[in-house]
């Protein structure tokens, strides 16, 4: 069972981010067409609702949610009470991450009701494709000019939904930029066994990255357990890289 850490964020009114993703062994989290994403064991999927049960809001971008049949939710009732176990409401947050507004509005996410949707955004998204969305989601929040500000949305999370600790799911470019803002605190990563190659194949963190050690982000090994052929590691941030970021992304 995995135990929620503290808050490492009470004094910038932050919210703990943590982030979970698996990878191939040559470090893909899908094939480079994109049309295999899902690779982890039945252990990994539950070592995700895990993570979740601790979280106040789960988090990912436009693409992942466009891709996969994904509901962001807790999980069956077992997870549910564990999150009441943790002195969490039954359900999380859930939260969809497009700086130009392109999610479908028929993704698997919007059949799902059971709990509030947020949509973070920039000024870069049409406004037709807002309005298409705003029905579908509880608030939409923009948040930067062509980039997601993720500091000022990190702290309208927390001081209007209450969100201290917020568990990214990716992908790839949402990972980057949060990496890149320097909010992250803590990394879970599954190591799998199975190579995907191709250099066109998605990572865990994709979109501009580092152009020197100097902006690379410093991590330090909080634990690692091998469950059959998986390993699974937990990092803890120990230098945030906070680098400039160019008006791309975040994501989608």
Known sequence: MITPVAD????????????????????????ANRAVSSFGSPR????????????????????TIDLNPVNLGP???????????????????????????TIHPKAEIFRHRFSPLILLTTERAPSRRLERLRPLVDEVFTC???AIDFPEALRWLRQRWDVKRLLCEGGGEL???????????????TVCPTIFGGRAGPTIVDGAGAVSLAGATSLQLRSAKRVRGEMY????VRTPAARPRPGSGASE
């Open 175 to 189: 990972n980057d930029a949060l990496f890149a803002a320097g909010v992250v605190n803590q990394v879970h990563l």
């Open 8 to 31: 490492g964020n009470t004094t910038s009114r932050l919210p703990f981010v943590f982030i979970n993703m698996a990878m191939t062994a040559d470090g893909k989290i899908a094939t």
């Open 233 to 236: 590691f937990v990092y803890d």
């Open 144 to 146: 930067g000019e062509k």
């Open 44 to 63: 990994d999927h539950a070592r995700l609702l895990e993570l979740r049960a601790t979280a106040d809001a789960v988090m990912a971008g436009a693409r």
């Open 75 to 101: 999980g069956p009732a077992p997870y549910r009470r564990l999150r009441i176990k943790h002195g969490l409401a039954e359900y999380n947050l859930r939260i969809i991450v497009s700086g130009s507004g």
